[in-house]
């Protein structure tokens, strides 16, 4: 180690992906030693060649791979790990997880394992938010089990309706229910799907709240009593509820609404004992505000606040994770001009955002000031079907919002992606970009289908 820190000699990295590289590029600045754990399909990753050391633990499929703890324990331990940093995905909310690499004597990089318990139950998560005076949409506070329930609650709460997997995440098992008719049809497929993907049925049931904005608060906390918001970011620009488009300060939202919000997700957070680096997540309709869900876990777009504030958010999930107090206290925290943030995806928008995956022949990032590319691609990289279809995430800044996405837009028509069968999601990006609703910060979740509902010249308001 280098000295400057007293955290960990060695920090595993179980994750993939620009975000695997993200993690030890901090590891090097901080002089921890980092080894990335790989599959076959990773083989050649980006990651791989940055990290001291790299281990296989097995082939492309995650659930062999990504998925196997005791895969991504003996790694650990062979290479003289301390701590296992999860990344985000993959197994970065799993209590069990962060509890069998407890009993190995292995710090997990997150919250402790009963915390994520429990927020990651998002119907006892709403019970819990709702105890600590956030404000949620009214809905059931417990998963709804049989069909006279779930017809009595849509009844009591009035549609439209949303039905959610209490285990879900990542956009995944949720419903949105308009007529009182589709409600059973909806409620046995919601379950279906959740006992699927997540291997727990249980659903509940809230209001659907249209239209919408998604703002979301960043928090740290450590272990020492001190938690701390780094401000709100806006990520309504979505496909099948999973985020595009992720920008800080959220445009056009009154500051004392985004003041509300920070100050519910720092007394959340505090309520549950929360440590590390998480965000809570809100929908904001006008003058009502209502509380989602808590991620505890670094998000996929932590640059847009690293931008705004300076903070090395997976720094300060290292220092936490090792016993240390936060490095910045709430008065250090002061935002300055605007970030945003595009997910680069090899996804087709003409195929309702069907993945692409295929080898790259040509990748070349766009560059210029203030702008950021986090990647782990490049020219002859193979982008997996096996995984998440996320390429590059540019980040830019500048001193205002008008700046800031005309400075996006001309970073996005440099980018060079090439392969055969390859799409990206660059054209639509700079659609939305264009959009003279979006660019009036009139726009809701649903931006995304209304421009497909009206393509053309549409108005804002």
């Given at each position: 180690m280098s000295g400057r820190e007293?955290?960990?000699?060695?920090?595993?990295?179980?994750?993939?992906?620009?975000?695997?590289l993200r993690v030890?590029?901090?590891?090097?600045?901080?002089?921890?030693?980092?080894?990335?754990?790989?599959?076959?399909?990773?083989?050649?990753?980006?990651?791989?060649?940055?990290?001291?050391?790299a281990v296989h633990i097995g082939p492309g499929p995650a659930k062999q791979s990504y998925l196997y703890p005791p895969a991504l324990i003996e790694a650990a331990l062979r290479t003289g790990a301390q701590a296992v940093h999860p990344g985000y995905g993959f197994l970065s909310e799993d209590p069990d997880f962060a509890e069998i690499c407890a009993r190995n004597g292995?710090?997990?990089?997150?919250?402790?394992?009963?915390?994520?318990?429990?927020?990651?139950?998002?119907?006892?998560?709403?019970?819990?938010m709702t105890d600590a005076g956030l404000p949620v949409l009214p809905g059931t506070l417990e998963p709804v089990g049989s069909a006279s329930e779930i017809l009595?609650?849509?009844?009591?709460?009035g549609f439209p309706v949303i039905i959610k997997a209490a285990a879900g995440g990542g956009g995944r098992g949720m419903s949105v229910v308009r007529r009182a008719e589709d409600l059973l049809p909806a409620f046995r497929a919601t379950r279906a799907a959740a006992r699927s993907v997540f291997g727990d049925d249980r659903v509940y049931l809230e209001r659907f709240l249209e239209p919408a904005r998604h703002v979301e608060i960043q928090v740290l906390a450590d272990g020492h009593g001190n938690v701390v918001h780094l401000g709100e970011r806006d990520c309504?620009?979505?496909?099948?509820?999973?985020?595009l488009v992720e920008e800080s300060p959220a445009p056009g939202l009154p500051r004392r609404i985004a003041d509300a919000l920070a100050e519910a997700a720092v007394r959340g957070a505090r309520a549950v004992g929360f440590t590390g680096a998480g965000t809570f997540?809100?929908?904001?309709?006008?003058?009502?505000?209502?509380?989602?869900?808590?991620?505890?876990?670094?998000?996929?777009?932590?640059p847009v606040t690293e931008a705004v504030t300076g903070i090395d958010l997976v720094r300060e999930q290292i220092r936490v994770a090792a016993?240390?107090?936060?490095?910045?206290?709430?008065?250090?925290?002061?935002?300055r001009g605007v970030a945003v943030e595009c997910r680069v995806n090899a996804e087709d928008p003409a195929r309702d955002y069907a993945p692409c995956p295929g080898e790259l022949t040509e990748f070349v990032p766009p560059g210029g000031p203030f702008v950021r590319v986090d990647t782990h691609a490049y020219p002859g990289w193979r982008i997996s079907p096996y995984y998440d279809s996320l390429l590059a995430k540019?980040?830019?800044?500048?001193?205002?919002?008008?700046?800031?996405?005309?400075?996006?837009?001309?970073?996005l028509a440099e980018f060079r992606i090439a392969g055969r069968g390859v799409r990206t999601t660059v054209p639509r990006l700079r659609e939305v970009l264009a959009d003279p609703v979006f660019r009036a910060a009139e726009h809701s979740t649903a931006l995304l289908d209304e421009m497909a509902a009206a393509p053309g010249v549409r108005l804002a308001g």
């Open positions: 007293a955290t960990f000699d060695t920090v595993l990295v179980a994750n993939r992906g620009e975000i695997a030890v590029r901090t590891c090097r600045e901080m002089g921890i030693r980092s080894v990335v754990a790989y599959s076959t399909a990773d083989r050649e990753s980006a990651a791989v060649r940055a990290a001291d050391e292995l710090v997990f990089i997150g919250p402790r394992p009963e915390v994520m318990a429990r927020l990651g139950d998002k119907s006892l998560a709403r019970r819990l009595a609650a849509g009844h009591r709460v309504s620009v979505q496909r099948r509820h999973q985020k997540e809100f929908l904001v309709a006008g003058e009502e505000t209502a509380f989602i869900e808590v991620n505890s876990r670094i998000q996929v777009e932590h016993g240390l107090p936060l490095s910045v206290t709430q008065d250090d925290v002061r935002p540019v980040i830019v800044w500048g001193p205002d919002r008008d700046q800031a996405l005309d400075r996006m837009d001309r970073a």
